[in-house]
T-cell receptor, first 112, second 113 residues
Framework: EAQVTQNPRYLITVTGKKLTVTCSQNMNHEYMSWYRQDPGLGLRQIYYSMNVEVTDKGDVPEGYKVSRKEKRNFPLILESPSPNQTSLYFC???????????FGPGTRLTVL | AQSVTQLDSQVPVFEEAPVELRCNYSSSVSVYLFWYVQYPNQGLQLLLKYLSGSTLVKGINGFEAEFNKSQTSFHLRKPSVHISDTAEYFCAVSPNTGNQFYFGTGTSLTVIP
């Protein structure tokens, strides 16, 4: 089954404790992206990747890092999480910008 | 800077009535346009997209949208809604100068029996 998986689905952590949210897709897509969804703000793009070893900043990259060492994986790293990063995070993948993005189920992160 | 404005945050509509969800964007360059739907506790699914060509785009579940370049709008319409259409709808724009996506703040559509 074609899908985008994210782990963990739920995470509660404390300020400053490094964490990684994994994202994996099995569709051989080249374009992958991370978004955060906040009430009243919609989805905002954090980072995206056009292919292996090619990543670029989205609209709200501060406080986040990503890597794309393999085509299927695109982890999101929070080196020192802060409460303002409490949000619902979605990973997505597609063939390219003009094609449908397939979204993962989301990761709900709470930073205390 | 790009922006996407969804003019209505909430739209209640009776079952079998028509609905229009409005989306305007600001961009000085040509764009790709998308509408996504999000059902409760799920990720987003593509309804339809406009890349080029005919300005009237048909999507899944009976939805359609019309691209209006002069008004920089991409409104979503459905002639007769069902209870199952109750969901959050997002308009998204990707300017042709880059590979970023910009989403609107969403419109919550509630279909009333």
């Amino acid at each position: 089954e074609a899908q985008v998986t994210q782990n963990p689905r739920y995470l509660i952590t404390v300020t400053g404790k490094k964490l990684t949210v994994t994202c994996s897709q099995n569709m051989n897509h080249e374009y992958m992206s991370w978004y955060r969804q906040d009430p009243g703000l919609g989805l905002r793009q954090i980072y995206y990747s056009m292919n292996v070893e090619v990543t670029d900043k989205g609209d709200v990259p501060e406080g986040y890092k990503v890597s794309r060492k393999e085509k299927r994986n695109f982890p999101l790293i929070l080196e020192s999480p802060s409460p303002n990063q409490t949000s619902l995070y979605f990973c997505a993948s597609s063939w390219d910008r003009g094609h449908e993005q397939f979204f993962g189920p989301g990761t709900r992160l709470t930073v205390l | 800077a790009q922006s996407v404005t969804q003019l209505d945050s909430q739209v209640p509509v009776f079952e079998e009535a028509p609905v229009e969800l409005r989306c305007n964007y600001s961009s000085s360059v040509s764009v790709y346009l998308f509408w996504y739907v999000q059902y409760p506790n799920q990720g987003l699914q593509l309804l339809l997209k406009y890349l080029s060509g005919s300005t009237l785009v048909k999507g899944i579940n009976g939805f359609e949208a019309e691209f209006n370049k002069s008004q920089t709008s991409f409104h979503l319409r459905k002639p007769s809604v069902h209870i199952s259409d109750t969901a959050e709808y997002f308009c998204a724009v990707s300017p042709n100068t880059g590979n970023q996506f910009y989403f609107g703040t969403g419109t919550s559509l509630t279909v009333i029996p």
